[in-house]
């Protein structure tokens, strides 16, 4: 069974910095696509960025250069670190492997807020 947990979420205020984590089991994140996710209240379910089993990055414009995804094989885990953060970041973020293969779960919710 598949397990995608996140955690790391909290209220930080406009330009602060966050750093969110994916603990996966039943998956191997080193040979898996991996993405990071977000849904705010109202807003369909959106794409962020994503990093290859070859460590290949890709981000969305409103993240891109603010926002930074990796992978640590060692601990099966991958990590949104979050710089400059804006209130329209606020929102229940998720993982997964693309483009979406497993259950949701509950997420980690990100409030920016001054």
């Known amino acids: 069974q598949v397990q995608l947990v996140v955690s790391g979420g909290g209220l930080v205020q406009p330009g602060e910095s966050l750093t969110l984590s994916c603990a996966a089991s039943?998956?191997?994140?080193?040979?898996?696509?991996m993405a990071w996710y977000r849904q705010a209240p109202g807003k369909q379910r959106e794409f962020l960025a994503r990093?290859?089993?070859?460590?290949?990055?890709y981000y969305i414009d409103s993240v891109k250069g603010r926002f930074t995804i990796s992978r640590d094989n060692t601990k099966n885990a991958v990590y949104l670190q979050m710089d400059s953060t804006k209130p329209e970041d606020t929102a229940l973020y998720y993982c997964?492997?693309?483009?979406?293969?497993?259950?949701w779960g509950q997420g980690t919710q990100v409030t920016v807020s001054s």
């Open positions: 997964n492997e693309v483009p979406g293969i497993y259950d």
């Open positions: 039943g998956i191997d994140v080193s040979i898996a696509t």
């Open positions: 990093i290859t089993s070859a460590g290949r990055t």
